[in-house]
């Protein structure tokens, strides 16, 4: 369970939550770091996620993702929470969907708070979360041909 924090999110009338995204493009690391820059923020945790060459020991030749239309809601409640759990300055995430090759970037996440600790705790928090509940599915395809569905990501 997360710590609480007596005065989480705080900012008065700025949103922290400053981008999330679902995009059919390629994502920019710098755009994502750039949208939780906060002068009152001493730490900033940032995850990516990019497509392997493998996975349960098949090799991986490219993947697929597909959202719902409900998503970005979805995302948007995500964030919600993590900015009621710590005292976030500032957050972001954007998420990939369609065809991607091996390297590309499928979801980066950054998360700014007062101190590291806390920052590294509410990113861990997103990117689990986004990972177990928005409708963002992806299908494998292995190098032998064969396909698979995993659950969201």
Not at 19 to 41: H, I, N, Q, T
Not at 97 to 111: E, K, P, S, T, Y
């Amino acid at each position: 369970m997360a710590p609480t924090y007596d005065h989480p999110g705080e900012l008065g009338a700025r949103d922290p939550i400053r981008l999330l995204a679902v995009r059919d493009e390629p994502l920019s690391l710098d755009e994502v770091f750039r949208a939780v820059g906060d002068d009152a923020a001493g730490g900033t945790a940032l995850f990516v996620g990019t497509v392997r060459n493998h996975d349960g020991g098949a090799d991986v030749a490219a993947l697929g993702y597909s959202g719902h239309p409900s998503a970005e809601a979805e995302m948007r409640r995500v964030a919600e929470k993590v900015v009621a759990d710590y005292p976030v300055r500032a957050l972001a995430a954007v998420h990939r969907v369609g065809d991607l090759r091996v390297g590309d970037l499928a979801v980066v996440v950054a998360v700014a708070c007062p101190h590291r600790s806390e920052a590294f705790e509410a990113c861990r928090r997103l990117i689990d979360d986004l990972k177990h509940e928005v409708p963002i599915w992806k299908q494998q395809t292995f190098t032998d041909g064969s396909q698979e569905w995993v659950g969201a990501c």
